[in-house]
Each structure stands twice: as structure tokens, then as C-alpha cells.
């Protein structure tokens, strides 16, 4: 046995037979016969007989195929943004078989790893899946625990047609999107894996149990295309010597909750957040007051309503109100525009606006319109994206997909960033941007999987809008949008559109239950969408209940506050008064923060109870606690000790909305009006 014993992260060799590497909270142990490796973490978790593999025409391999598996070297030392720890490399060896290569980094102190495949060819070599984690032996080691069941999280690829997060149990079949959670409902210990670069692949992680309490195989995978990715062709193929895999990642944590968070934060160590200086944003969004019949009248009179008659009672951030435009700004003239922006800067709001920079809305008929910034070289059917025959991709709800890497769609770019900036917005949200991650032939030759052409759009747009370059701040805001990549925004929507009823915010928090994480990770705000607080353009209106759950909903994700009513209507502006000058609720929405599910463990739907510690004072909390039956009343008890507070210990319990005081310890019984709703501050007696 050899052993590297200067470093808190070990390394044995076994009689060229197996090789360890171990930091006291994790283990790999590399069968250098079978070509195959186990996984041991903390609480349990266990994954046996790990392989990897890849698909070669048209026929999949794996490490159990080769003759010979060595180990390359002596491990490498390594410090980087993880920490200080140990890269191994396995090699794989066959005369008839591209080379494939393990990378394995095990870091002091961690309860993850991480590893990424190579594929090796002698000649260039063309690959479109590379499976980095495939076993049929997952243990929890709580299998015999009774009513203990293993859920397994599905988190969608993209937030678009009101897709669901989903928690099962075996016997099952499904796949997650770049990240899945294995973990115990009651315990909540779980295991993570999920992928962390995301500049050329889709990653796909299928897990399968056909038995109660048992997972039979477990895989995640670089190349996932179907239906959910909203792809009508197969995953891109990569060419290359040297093909590289995502790098994922692998962790067991004592709170699976923990886990998601951290795998968060392992993502903006490969590739950092894009950074926001300001406070959160808050103000008005159009799309749910008046959707198609947006005009003048109605941004004008927004943004004039809420500087008289709710700014003064306190909501705003830092003395700032954003008033955007979404889609069918383009229905005013210029003049309007010109003179509506004008209105809003005087009320000393900002302006923002809307786009789809990868969707092509118009009809065959308009294939022939000159892209706006090409001096009529480009039309719009030239740069939309088609597959190898040459055939434009299917519309995607409505939308044709434009070729991100288009010179005619870049110079699109530069035309429309230039007039936002000119007409001097501060805020945009892009939608549709699914329709740029797209398999398809794209036309930069070097570009050859959707996930790589997105990555070059949208950095191109966001360079556009940089502080650098146009000299002041610029909020980007994505709308429908893969999960990943991130960077390039200062926020996301966790959902789909999200109107006023309670049914709406229900399906809002289903994506709260699970995506919490990304705030302050991934994107600096989560953004719940325009807060409807009484009545949608399209919907009947709402209950007072229903009204103000939707507006809690909105402040406990992130957040992002824009408002989405008439305030025309009587009901939308009395609301608006008497809710938004809740100085105690209009404070939580500035903290940024967001708050973290309770319990997970839910199928397709929220959860109702969400617990925030509080920043700044010692052992105090916000519990927020709803009721998403619209027509009967509900009493939820909570335990205190479940939301992570001291359940021995007496709190001082304030309604936040209603400004009154109660005492609770070891549980807090909460009784909720139909679609009701509160926040409660607790603190210490």
C-alpha cells in the first residue's frame, strides 16, 4: 500500500489491483481489473460498480469493455476555487476502442467529488452522449428504514408550458435536467449529482426503480435531447481528439437541502454569476394587466399611480421603481415611446423593456423581411435555424427558432441593444430563450451542439449591455429559459407565467420547494414574475386571500417585485395602498433573500411552509405558511424544530401582515382562511 501521507486527501494503490482515494468523509475505491469504481458517503449512501462510457457509431462502450485500466501517473496535487485536494486519472485501454479517460478531484474537507470522461481518438472522432455516472447499484442504507423511501427530485430541463418540479419513489422511471437530489424525507439526508460546466453539453440524468424502496440504475449522461428540451433533433455531435464530458458532481450531505445549495454554489466556481451591485428590483410588469392591448395610457398611468399614491407609503428599493414594457411595446409610435419614457424618467422611475432575441414570430410570409442592423443582406428566413437537411426546426408556441450564431442575428443583436440603450432603458427581460439552445446545423461550421451555440448568443447579447461598455448599470432578466447556463443574467424566472389566483401561486411555490437554490448561486434573484395581486387581463379576479398569498409568494422567493395589475381598477389600486405600505413586508423583499422549503417530499406539488433565518438577528425567523385550498379553511401546525429553531426554547410570534403578537414553543399552529396566507417573525423571548 502506498500512500500520500502529506495530504488530508489519501491515495492508495492495491497491488495494481485498486486504487483508494479517501478525505474521511468520502471514499472512491477504483477496480483496476473490472474497470469500475464505488462511491461511499457519509449516512449511508453507496453507489457500486460505477462505469462509464460513451456512444461510438452507433454503439454504446464502457470502461467494462476495455482490456486494460491503469492508473496515469502519480495523482496531481491540485489547488483551485474547491479548495486543496487530488486529481487521479484512470486510464482506459483497447486496440479496437477510442482511449477513454477518468478524471477524478477529491478535495480536503468535502463530501463530494467531482469527474469529467475523455474520450481519446488517434484521429479526430465524433461523440454525442458520454455517460460519466452509469450504475445499477444505488443504496441509501436506509432501505430497511420503514416508511423510508428513497424520493428521487426531477428538476425540468427549461421553465417553459407551466413544466413542474416532481419528487417519486419506486417503482419509477424518470430523468432529471443537470441535476437530480436522492434523498430521505425525514432524515433529509440526500445525495446531489448534477453537472457544473455547461458550455457545450445538455446533461440528462435517467434513474429507473421497478421495485418499492429500490433504485436499479442511475446514470447521468452528456447528450440529453427530447422532448423536454424541447429538441426535435438528436443532441449535436462533438469532434474532436480529445472529447470532454461536463464536469460533475457527486456529494452526500447530512440535509439534502444543503447539498442543492452547495452544488449551487459549485457551479459559480467553474463559471461565475453575473454580477449585481444594485438592491433588489422592484416596480411593474405589463404582460399581466394588458398582455396584447399594451398602449400608452396604461404604462403612463402606472407609473404615475404608484409615484403618488404607493411609493410615498414605502414600496420601493433605495427610492427606485422599475416600469416595464413586456411584449407588444412595438404597438406605440415612436412618438408615444419617446414621450412615455420621458414620463417615467420625470417620475424618477426606470424604464424597462422586453425581447426575444432567438424567436422569430411572423409567418412565411415574413421569411422575406430585412433583419433589422444588415442593411437588407439578411432576411428573416435566412438566419432561422434548421436541421442537416436544411429544413426549418419545428415552432416551439408559435415560435420559429433563430440561429444564434447567425452574422445576420448578431448585427440583430447590435441593432435592438443599441436602441435600448439609446432610449435609455435599465432593464430588460429576454424570453423564449430556449429556442437558442436548439440542436440543429448551426452556422459557425466550429459550433455544433445547441448548448454551445446559446452559450455564444448569449454572451454576445450580454457583452451588448455590459456597465463597461454603455457606462451605466443594465438589469437582465431571463424569462422562458433553460436552467443553465447562467451566467449571463442577473436573474431568472423559477416558473412559467404566473397570474393571481391561488392555483398560480401553489404552482409558483412548486418551484420554490426546489429551486430555492439558485438565488444568490446561480443568479442573484430568483424571480417569481409580475406579483398579480388582483386581477389578471385574462382571469376573473381574485379574493382578498388570494390576492395577497399571491403578493407573499412573490416576497419570500428572491426576489424580483414587480407588480402586474390595472391599477385603474379600484379594487387593484386599494390593494396596492393598503398592502405595499407594509413597511415589515416590503423589508423582507428587500433582503434578497430566499426562502427555504420545509418539507420536499411532495409529488408535483408546493410546499406549504417556508422558513427564512433571519440575516441579522440571533435566532430569529420568518415563517411563511399558506393555504392553497381556495374554498376551505385549514389549521397547519408547524414544528419549530423541523423549520430549524430551537423547539425548547419560547418565541415571540408577529403576524407581519396583521401586526399582532402571539407566544409559541415546539409548535406553531397557524389557522388559515380559504387561500390564505402569513408571514411570521419569530423571536426569541
Known amino acids: 500500500m502506498i500512500t500520500n501521507r502529506d495530504m488530508a486527501v489519501k491515495v492508495g494503490v492495491n497491488a495494481d489491483t485498486h486504487v483508494r482515494v479517501t478525505n474521511g468523509l468520502m471514499a472512491l475505491e477504483v477496480d483496476l481489473v473490472k474497470g ?30 476495455y482490456d486494460r485500466h491503469v492508473m496515469a501517473g502519480q495523482p496531481e496535487k491540485i489547488e483551485d476555487a ?27 474537507g468535502a463530501s463530494f467529488f467531482i469527474s469529467r470522461v475523455v474520450v481519446v481518438g488517434q484521429e479526430e472522432i465524433k461523440v454525442n452522449r458520454i455517460a460519466v455516472v452509469s450504475t445499477q447499484a444505488v ?39 443537470e441535476v437530480t437530489a436522492l434523498f430521505q424525507p425525514d432524515s433529509r439526508s440526500g445525495l446531489i449529482l448534477g453537472s457544473i460546466s455547461h458550455d457545450v453539453w445538455k446533461t440528462g440524468i435517467r434513474v429507473k426503480g421497478e421495485t418499492p424502496k429500490r433504485l436499479d440504475e442511475l446514470e447521468v449522461y452528456a447528450g440529453a435531447a427530447d422532448i423536454m428540451t424541447r429538441d426535435s433533433q438528436p443532441h449535436g455531435h462533438v469532434r474532436g481528439t480529445r472529447i470532454e464530458s461536463p464536469l460533475v458532481f457527486v456529494g452526500v450531505y447530512d440535509d439534502y437541502r444543503a447539498g442543492l445549495e452547495a452544488y449551487g454554489e459549485a457551479n459559480t466556481k467553474v463559471a461565475p454569476a453575473l454580477t449585481w451591485e444594485g438592491g433588489v428590483p422592484m416596480g411593474w410588469n405589463s404582460w399581466s394587466a394588458a398582455m396584447s392591448t399594451l398602449d400608452y395610457e396604461l404604462y403612463t398611468a402606472t407609473s404615475d399611480f404608484l409615484k403618488r399614491e404607493v411609493q410615498p407609503q414605502g414600496f ?188 398560480d401561486s401553489e404552482y409558483l411555490l412548486n418551484s420554490l420547494t426546489h429551486g430555492w437554490w439558485m ?38 422567493s428572491g426576489t424580483v417585485l414587480l407588480l ?44 406549504d411552509t417556508f422558513v427564512l433565518t433571519h440575516p441579522s438577528e440571533a435566532g430569529t425567523a420568518y415563517i411563511a405558511v399558506f393555504n392553497f385550498d381556495g374554498a376551505q379553511s385549514a389549521q397547519k401546525t408547524v414544528s ?8 425548547h426554547a419560547s418565541y415571540k410570534v408577529l403576524d407581519v401582515w396583521e401586526d399582532t403578537v402571539a407566544e409559541a414553543n415546539e409548535t406553531l399552529v397557524v389557522e388559515l382562511a380559504p387561500a390564505e396566507s402569513k408571514i411570521l417573525k419569530l423571536s426569541p423571548n
Open 36 to 65: 469500475e469504481y464505488a462511491y461511499a458517503g457519509s449516512k449511508g449512501f453507496t453507489l457500486q460498480a460505477v462505469r462509464s462510457g460513451f456512444r461510438w457509431h452507433g454503439r454504446e462502450y464502457h470502461t467494462g469493455n
Open 82 to 108: 474547491f479548495g486543496t485536494g487530488v486529481h487521479a486519472v484512470i486510464q482506459h485501454e483497447s486496440d479496437l476502442l477510442p482511449g477513454l479517460e477518468q478524471h477524478f478531484y477529491v478535495y480536503e
Open 139 to 177: 443504496s441509501s442504507g436506509n432501505e430497511t428504514v420503514p416508511d423510508e423511501a428513497l424520493h428521487v427530485l426531477r428538476v425540468p430541463y427549461d421553465n417553459d408550458k407551466w413544466v413542474r418540479y416532481l419528487t417519486e419513489t419506486a417503482p419509477l422511471e424518470t430523468e432529471s435536467y
Open 316 to 503: 420601493h428599493n433605495e427610492n427606485r421603481l422599475y416600469i416595464n414594457f413586456d411584449a407588444f411595446w412595438d404597438r406605440l409610435t415612436p412618438a408615444e415611446m419617446e414621450d412615455a419614457l420621458r414620463r417615467v424618467r420625470e417620475n424618477g422611475h426606470r424604464p424597462g423593456t422586453y425581447w426575444t432575441p432567438f424567436a422569430f414570430w411572423g409567418s412565411p410570409a415574413g421569411f422575406g423581411s430585412p433583419v433589422e442592423g444588415t442593411d437588407g443582406k439578411y432576411t428573416y428566413g435566412d438566419i432561422l435555424l434548421r436541421d442537416q437537411d436544411g429544413e426549418i426546426l419545428p415552432d416551439i408556441a408559435g415560435g420559429l427558432a433563430i440561429d444564434p450564431t447567425h452574422p445576420g442575428n448578431l448585427a440583430r443583436i447590435d441593432w435592438y441593444m443599441d436602441k435600448f440603450v439609446a432610449e435609455g432603458f435599465e432593464y430588460i427581460k429576454l424570453d423564449f430563450m430556449a429556442h437558442g439552445a436548439l440542436e440543429g446545423k448551426h452556422y459557425n461550421p466550429d459550433i455544433t451542439t445547441g448548448i454551445a451555440a446559446y452559450n455564444y448568443g448569449l454572451s454576445y447579447l450580454t457583452d451588448k449591455l455590459s456597465p463597461k461598455r454603455i457606462g451605466r448599470p443594465f438589469f437582465i432578466n431571463l424569462s422562458i429559459a433553460p436552467l443553465f447556463p447562467y451566467s449571463y443574467a442577473h436573474s431568472r424566472r423559477i416558473s412559467c407565467d404566473v397570474f393571481g389566483t391561488i392555483q
Open 519 to 556: 438565488n444568490d448561486t446561480l443568479y442573484r434573484f430568483n424571480d417569481p414574475d409580475h406579483a398579480v395581486i388582483y386581477k389578471s387581463f385574462n382571469q376573473d379576479s381574485t379574493t382578498r386571500h388570494e390576492g395577497r398569498s399571491r403578493l407573499t409568494a412573490s416576497v419570500i
Open 564 to 607: 402586474g395589475d390595472d391599477f385603474r381598477h379600484e379594487e387593484a389600486a386599494w390593494r396596492a395602498k393598503n398592502w405595499l405600505g407594509n413597511e415589515g413586508i416590503i423589508e423582507i423583499a428587500r433582503l434578497g433573500r430566499t426562502f427555504v422549503p420545509v418539507e420536499g417530499n411532495l409529488g408535483k406539488h408546493a410546499a
Open 640 to 647: 419549530l424544530a423541523r423549520c430549524g429553531l430551537d423547539a
